[in-house]
């Protein structure tokens, strides 16, 4: 049973735009959203992350919205670099004890020189 | 090491072999997770470690699979009677106790023929 849904599946963007990725959850028992950005042949690495008791958080070109009464939470790359073209995964982590992340499907983002 | 390192970064084995892929967390962490990234699919949880116990291995698709850690530190991913759909890429990753951020390493990329 997926738990976190994330869209779009790909995203091609023009040098110097916005790129925004959305995910949702369905378990409320998550206390913590990161963002993870892989390149090919590499494991993923931690981007961004969010806790719910904030709405928003911003880290340089990029800014995690969290809208904890629908569930949502969304990635936002400003000013959308060539060198951003990557997979990018939304996770969400269990408060069950476990530590368990569930991860979305991942967005493949293209941007264009 | 500077990361975590897993190994064998590729393997291919024939239908029915059995594997073990190797695990390698950064000093220190006591949390340590196993995933598999299928082409095209997210990361899908498959076990996880905090010290040499595995509190949850919920995500473990059948009973070929098993893992175990050792001294708190290497882990070990068994797949006994490989399948051609047990063909993906491993990923291992490790944190500090509380898992806030996890450090992946470059995984194993499995090959069942």
């Known amino acids: 049973q997926q738990q976190v849904k994330q869209s779009p599946q790909s995203l091609i963007v023009q040098k110097g735009g916005i790129s925004i990725i959305n995910c949702a959850y369905e378990?409320?028992?998550?206390?913590?959203f990161p963002w993870y950005q892989q390149f090919p042949g590499k494991g993923p690495a931690l981007l961004i992350a969010?806790?719910?008791?904030?709405s928003e958080k911003k880290e340089g070109r990029f800014t995690i919205s969290f809208n904890k009464s629908a569930k949502q939470f969304s990635l936002h790359i400003m000013d959308s670099q060539p060198g951003d073209s990557a997979t990018y995964f939304c996770a969400a982590r269990g408060t069950s004890g476990t530590y368990k992340y569930i991860f979305g499907t991942g967005t493949r983002l293209k941007v264009l020189a | 090491g500077a990361g975590v390192s897993q190994s064998p970064s590729n393997k291919v084995t024939e239908k029915g072999k059995d594997v073990e892929l190797r695990c390698d967390p950064i000093?220190?962490?006591?949390?340590l997770y196993w995933y598999r990234q299928s082409l095209g699919q997210g990361l899908e949880f498959l076990i996880y470690?905090?010290?040499?116990?595995?509190?949850?291995k919920s995500g473990l698709p059948s009973d070929r699979f098993s893992a175990e850690r050792t001294g708190g530190s290497v882990s070990t991913l068994t797949i006994q009677r490989t399948q051609q759909e047990d063909s993906a890429v491993y990923l291992c990753?490790?944190?500090?106790?509380?898992?806030?951020?996890?450090?992946f390493g470059s995984g194993t990329q499995l090959s069942v023929l």
């Open positions: 470690f905090q010290g040499n116990s595995a509190p949850d």
């Open positions: 969010i806790r719910p008791d904030v």
């Open positions: 990753a490790s944190s500090l106790t509380k898992g806030e951020k996890l450090f």
């Open positions: 000093s220190g962490h006591t949390a």
């Open positions: 378990n409320t028992a998550f206390d913590y």
